[in-house]
């Protein structure tokens, strides 16, 4: 019997957080937005507000013997071009509580491919 040929469309397995976070960093990616107790987004040296960002990807993780084990990751751009991300975990145990959730579905959104 032959065996089966690999089908080259079928999609890659899923990357683990560490795999994403290590990819950031060989991109020269690996800068961390704050939520700040104003409500505003921080990193290079700037505060923002939701127009001055764009989530370019998001990456959704589950835990493997947890499912409530949620973590979103959110890659986001500035106006400037500058990019970082900003990590939570999703469901109603979010990290930042209802400002951030409200800041963050306020972001625009321009999902960009690998």
Request: net charge negative; aromatic share 12%.
């Amino acid at each position: 019997m032959e065996k089966p040929k690999k089908d080259k469309a079928l999609p890659s397995p899923m990357c683990t957080l560490s795999e994403i976070m290590e990819k950031l960093k060989e991109k020269d990616l690996y800068n961390e937005f704050k939520f700040t107790e104003t409500e505003e987004m921080q990193a290079f040296g700037k505060n923002y507000k939701p127009n001055h960002l764009k989530i370019i990807k998001t990456y959704r993780f589950e835990g493997m013997s947890d499912p409530g084990d949620n973590t979103i990751l959110y890659l986001l751009e500035d106006q400037d071009g500058n990019t970082g991300f900003i990590l939570d975990v999703y469901g109603s145990d979010s990290n930042y509580g209802l400002a951030f959730d409200e800041f963050i579905k306020a972001i625009p959104i321009d999902e960009q491919t690998d």
